[in-house]
């Protein structure tokens, strides 16, 4: 089984990471390639631009995974960008974190809370997920949506930013994961019906399983739910 996953930036900065991540965690058999977008100077960055100028090689990318024999996709962004517009112009299987963990979630019976990095507009953000989780026909499962501040005093913006190197961007990740993350978690978990937690963006894949015993709920990292929900789409579609 060949899944590809794909960075929706222009440059290879998260690469070596996210092939550290998913190969350590994909079945036995399967193989998974990371590639990025190919991208103008303007759109490149460690983040997913704010101006969603890349859907169209977005989704020329998963067109070529297909074409050079990917079993199923991943969009590796946890808003799910272009996630449907792409799912209905192939015929593998496109996952997106965020559909694949409503679904995870759903799927067991228990209502999720999304905490998101505060990089990007966060009413941007909180209305694209809603919109996005309403036409999944997911919206119901998901009570309560938070963003985790990604910055202390003199810190610069990542979006954008091509002085940043991939160690610099996954320390302030981590950082931020377990100073402000699990606070905002536990959060959640008092002030409403939240069971499951999905840690929403991709860098901090392979980091939730350092905190996830801190917070009483189901943790859900972004890239292993993805991954593996690939894995079982294609395994569920693959009757022979």
Known sequence: MKITFIEPIGIDIH???AVSVL???ASSGVFVEVVHL?????LTGPMLSPVPLYMNELIATV??????????AIIGCCSDPAL???QRSVKIPVIGPLQAAAALAAGRGLNIGMLFP??????TTANWVRRNLRAYGLSDAVSDIAFVPMHVEGEDSLIGNLE?????????????LHEQGVPAARAMLERGPVEA???GCTIWGGMIREVAHLIDAVCIDPMVASLHMAEAQVRITNLT
């Open 15 to 17: 690469v070596p990471r």
């Open 23 to 25: 190969e350590k965690h």
């Open 38 to 42: 190919d991208l103008p100077p303007e």
């Open 63 to 72: 067109l070529r995974a297909e074409e050079e024999g990917s079993d199923a």
């Open 84 to 86: 449907m517009e792409a």
């Open 118 to 123: 505060d990089e990007h507009d966060w009413k």
């Open 164 to 176: 940043v190197t991939a160690e610099i961007v996954q320390e302030r990740f981590r950082r931020q």
């Open 197 to 199: 937690i999905l840690f």
